[in-house]
């Protein structure tokens, strides 16, 4: 009789993960259908595959998750509505005060866009520079921080040096058993000769290092942001494909035909409490 209780309950708790699991995938599948993206931004889904890559880093509507360096918003289209309710949202962008244009023309736009729909009205925009040491999110608070194809920008600003510094910023955000999400295009290692920074790929080895410096674990990674068509050898660094085509119109078919880099999509974890 025991013995049949017990099977029952686990049953029913791993009928209840299940649910939850299956509640977390549809959740993230309606944030990435929400009316509100820019269909342009829609349009590079099939290369960016935002809702498995969430689903990889763990992101549930009930987290909270720091993304750093948002850009334009592109996952900001996505994350907004998912963390809406239940969840808590960092947009961690250019630092307010910098000199330069760039990045004050960059965060400036990504307020206009936060400003732009009610759906970003819980959206809390902090700041991050790869050299300074910055409040991305409270110490401690985050499930989850998330990187998009920013390595190789941190790295020329600092060698390793900026780039471990990025990484210890994330790991005071996170709680312990937090996970840190990379994707980045992803450098081929007979490739790591030369200038190779200018090609704006970057090494999964020295990414690894870097965040081990930093105190991480490196948990897994997944292949579904890679793309064997990527050669990673164009005169004009990754900036050649879709959808920066770099050299306009020059071979413009060919780059299509390639589509956007291979990427690596790299899980680390902050170590639980002892």
Do not use: C
Not at 157 to 175: H, I, M, P, R, W
Not at 180 to 209: C, N
Not at 210 to 235: C, H, L, M, P, R
């Amino acid at each position: 009789m025991k013995t049949i209780k017990l099977a029952a309950a686990l049953s029913a708790v791993l009928f209840s993960s299940l649910t939850m699991a299956d509640a977390s995938t549809d959740a993230l599948q309606l944030a990435v259908e929400h009316q509100s993206r820019t269909p342009a931004n829609v349009v590079r889904d099939p290369f960016r595959n935002p809702a498995e890559t969430l689903a990889f880093f763990n992101v549930t509507p009930n987290s909270t998750v720091v993304e750093i360096s948002p850009g334009g918003g592109w996952y900001t289209e996505i994350l907004a509505p998912l963390l809406a309710a239940h969840g808590t949202y960092y947009a961690a962008h250019f630092p307010a005060e910098t000199e330069s244009d760039y990045y004050k023309r960059s965060r400036a736009a990504f307020v206009e866009k936060l400003a732009s729909n009610p759906i970003y009205n819980r959206v809390q925009l902090t700041e991050f520079s790869p050299t300074g040491s910055n409040t991305i999110a409270p110490e401690g608070s985050a499930d989850v921080v998330l990187t998009f194809r920013n390595l190789h920008n941190w790295y020329n600003q600092g060698g390793d040096e900026a780039l471990v510094n990025s990484f210890k910023q994330f790991y005071a955000a996170l709680k312990p058993g937090g996970v840190l999400g990379v994707v980045e295009h992803r450098l081929p290692a007979d490739k790591m000769v030369g200038e190779w920074i200018k090609s704006g790929y970057f090494p999964q080895a020295l990414t690894v290092k870097a965040a081990e410096q930093a105190g991480f674990e490196f948990q897994a990674s997944s292949e579904v942001n890679a793309n064997a068509k990527d050669t990673a050898d164009y005169a004009g660094g990754v900036w050649t494909l879709p959808p920066s085509f770099r050299l306009k119109d020059q071979d413009k078919d060919k780059y299509m035909a390639i589509g956007e880099s291979d990427r690596m999509t790299l899980k680390f974890v902050k170590p639980a409490a002892k």
